[in-house]
């Protein structure tokens, strides 16, 4: 049974931090490029962070370059998204990503997890 199981969202306030961190199973996530989206109310969802199945590249979205730091703990199935200097701008539900390309493609989603940025 595939799960991708989001936590650590929140409520912080602008300025502050939070990591959140996805634990996958049920495939095979050191396999995987892993990404971070997000959600904002009336907002379609964006991309926000990805790395590749090594760790050995990431992408981010401009609004979040130098804020986020996306990373990977193949040994645990985990998949991390820091941030900093957060503001209201981030406030939305934040969804891990698992996908695969070639013969065994998939696209997985996590249910997500709200990070609320207010004072």
């Known amino acids: 049974q595939v799960q991708l199981v989001e936590s650590g969202g929140g409520l912080v306030q602008p300025g502050g931090s939070l990591r959140l961190s996805c634990v996958a199973s049920g495939f095979a996530f050191s396999r995987s490029v892993m990404s971070w989206y997000r959600q904002a109310p009336g907002e379609e969802r964006e991309l926000v962070a990805r790395i590749s199945s090594a760790g050995d590249s990431t992408n981010y979205a401009d609004s979040v370059k130098g804020r986020f730091t996306i990373s990977r703990y193949n040994a645990e199935n985990t998949v991390y998204l820091q941030m900093h200097s957060l503001s209201p701008e981030d406030t939305a539900v934040y969804y891990c990503?698992?996908?695969?390309?070639?013969?065994?493609?998939?696209?997985?989603w996590g249910q997500g997890t709200q990070v609320t940025v207010s004072s």
């Open positions: 990503n698992a996908r695969r390309a070639g013969l065994y493609h998939y696209d997985y």
